[in-house]
Every structure is written in C-alpha cells, then in structure tokens.
C-alpha cells in the first residue's frame, strides 16, 4: 500500500473503533456509516493521506487492507446466523438503486415474477396504497416496497444517539477530523437515518419472508443495513459487483454471502484480502449480456442521427464532464491532423452535447443513444479507464485509455500495456497506427482478448449464471 492508502484505512480504523459504542438494536452505527460521505468536502484532510507525518496522528497503522477485511470478518460473524431460510418459499429480493443496472430483460428472463420482489429507500410520489396502508406499486412489472413506508417512532432513540455522539465529540474536541463541524453535522443527520433504515428493515423482513437478497453494492448504509439484519436472520446474501475494480477502497468490506464478480481479477483480489475463495463466485454481469446481442440500431440510422460523414471511420470518445478536457483536447488534435474521421462524444452520466462539440466541427454527441446501440456502430473506442472499457472489449471493440493515475487505483487495465497512456499526444499517435499499421491493427486485437481471458473469462449469459447461484443458496 502506497502512503494515502494506508493513511486512509488507518483512519477508518479509528472511525470504527472510535464510535464503536454508538449502538442500536445491536448494530453498531460507526460500522454501518458511509465513511466517504462524512469526510467528502474535507480537502485538507484529503490532502493529509499523501503525508508519511499523518500517520503519527493517528491511533491504528494499517499496513495491509486485509486488516480492514479482517475486522468487519469479526464483526459480521457476530451478527450471522446459521441460515435458517432454505426453500423457495420466499421472495428473492433484490435491492434497487441507481448502480444496479438489470436491464428489463434480466427480469423477463431469469427471474419468477410470483417469487421477485423489489426493495426501495422510498419515493414520495406514489400514492397507491394497500388496505395495510403501505404504497406498493411496480417497477419491471415486479412488486416494489418501500421502507420508508414503514411506519416508525425512532425519535427518543434518535436523541439519545446523537446527544451520546455529541458527548464524544467534546471527549475527541482536539481531534483532526471529528472537530470538524461538517464531520459532526454529517454524522448526525447520518445517525437518524441509520436508526430509521435499521428500524424499517427488521419491520420489511418481519413482514415478508425472504430466501435470499441481492444487492448492488456494499457501501450504502441502506444496503449495508438490509444484509446485516439479512445475517442476522440466516437469510444468504449476493452483492452484485456494479463496476470495475479500479479503486482501492471500492469493494471492501466484502459482507455478503457471495460476491458475484467479473473474473479472476476479483477471485484473485479478493484472496489478497484474505477473502475464502468459496465466498466469491464468477457471475459477470446482466448488463452485459447486451455485448453479445445485435444492436437494434442499424448503422445507416446511426449516422443519419448523429449527422456523420458515411464514408469515413468513426471513434467514439468516452469523457466524464470536463474533467481532463485539456487532454482530450490535445488527443483529438493530435488525431485530426492525420485522419479523416468522424469523432463522437458520449460524456456520463449526461446526454446533451459536450462543449468539444462546439470547439471541433467533426465533433457529434452520441445525444441519448444507449451504450450498446453506440458500440457496434463505431470503430475504435478511447475513453478514461471505466466500466465502459470493460464493455468495449466485450462488444469486440478495439479500446484505448487515457488514464489519470490515482493514488487508489488498482491498475486494473494495466494488462493492456501501451493501450493505456497518461500523455493524450502519444495515445493519439497509437490511434492513428491502428488505423495506419495492420500489425500493430492485430496486436490491439491480441493484447484485448489476452485481458477478457482474465477480466471476462465466461461469456456465456450472466442472467442464467446467477440464477444457478441463486439456486444453489437457498436449495
């Protein structure tokens, strides 16, 4: 672990021991929090995990993540029961949030409607209620329930947690991080929902009997909570990996059941971190299924909408906003001077026009066309390191990285070697010689199917794979 990381597990460490004793229905408030959220708007303290001196400030010295992992292994362990839900009796309930990603087909295909439910945080636009009172309405034409429909009076226990936190922080009033006023408000507004997410969890599986959970991620803190209280029930478990592994404090701590990976870049991660191989199962995932489907856009009615120039090439360029607009802009210059291409802009999470298109005539927005409608329509893809990258290669796309090294990146795409470039000019010049050089056009080829053998090694249809592990938990 290089200085930041290891600064940043170390006082995470802190964190957990240091409010440890903030307790409710058994569940320790400190574990379940989303420790990124209350120190996000901290640039200082950001700026501290690069210091070797910080570590000197702090109680715990993590010289591996596997100490992280180890901690929430006791932890979870105190909470697990033997799995007393077996049978298909009960729903399989799946955690829906943005990071999810099913496509409606997944549902069709792979799943019992009569034995599928969705559970939500909430929305306070739905109106239809049962006799019980509670809202219900459908979303892939499965049954939803919200918890916050949950009727609940948490407010003494609330107050009681919050005035205990705000004793501690007069115990820790010299403290680097929990001095902070925004800390402090964060992590009180964090308590309350806390208590009213755990409260309406235990209500949601008393009410509906579940044989197993499925979750995207393992980070929010009403995730976190329904696996717990999951644990707690015997009720087995799968967090469905949402993205690439490409940052160090992305996928740990790994609490559920199975975690349902990409490829062997994860089993093997996971061992690192002292994960049994048994508790992680290589399921890729259902969004991909649509890489190894025909796209249901036709080419000629692709360039048509775009407004693109038929009789030329066309690369797709995958940006996130502005940031790092000042090299994208030196790549497309750098390839505009040599080649007669169209360039497409697909910018996430947004759909309207990237300002490149307004600086570069031969510059288009992939406006709202969907990923896989895009990738069979287009001939090289370069984009920062992202799930997206992943895709492209599924799709049989040549990809290129333009990569910003993070201190927490994992280096996940580092296998594809010269594809990936921090120096935008240098990545331009290797676009140009795939289109320019049939060699170099073949090693492209060989160097992304050497990466899917590792990153991707099953194609066959994710849907199908975790429904087998589905079976497998709860026969």
Known sequence: MNTYVKNYWSLYLDFLRDFQKLNYRGFSLSFICHFPSLIRKNTELWKDLYDDK?????????????????????????????????????KIVVNYDTILRFPAKTFDDYFDRSKTMIVMAGSKNNKKKSSSGVTKRTLFNLQVNYLSNYKIDTKKAIIRLQNQAKSMFKTYKNHHLY???????????????????????????DEVLVSCLLVASTHSYISRI????????????????HGILANEFGFIPKIATIDAVYGNYEVEWYKRLGVSKKTVAITGHPRFDQAFQPSTVKKSTFYKQLGLDKNKKTIMIVVRGNRDIAKWRILIDTISKRLHLNIVIKDYPIKTPHDLTKEFPFVYSSQDYDLYDILPNVDVIVSYPSTVCLETMLAKK??????????????????????????????????????????????????????????????????????????????
């Open 54 to 90: 910080f570590t000197a400030r702090l109680k715990n010295e993590v010289k591996d993540q596997q100490e992280i992992q180890e901690v929430f292994n006791n932890y979870m362990q105190s909470h697990k029961k033997k799995q007393l839900v077996k049978g298909k009796n009960g």
């Open 179 to 205: 001095k902070d006023a925004n800390f402090q408000t964060l992590f009180l507004k964090k308590i309350a929902e806390i208590v009213n997410c755990i409260e309406r969890s235990i209500h949601f599986y």
């Open 226 to 241: 329904l696996l717990l209280v999951a644990a707690e029930r015997g009720i087995p478990t799968i967090c469905i990996q």
């Open 398 to 475: 040549p990809l290129f990285v333009l990569e910003k090294k993070l201190p927490s990146y994992t280096g996940y795409y580092n296998s594809l070697d010269d594809l990936v470039q921090k120096d935008p000019k240098k990545l331009g010049e290797l676009v140009i010689k795939y289109f320019t050089d049939l060699n170099y056009k073949n090693k492209v080829e060989e160097k992304k199917e050497n990466f899917l053998r590792v990153a991707y090694p099953d194609f066959s249809m994710s849907g199908e794979r975790l429904k087998r592990l589905i079976s497998r938990l709860i026969s």
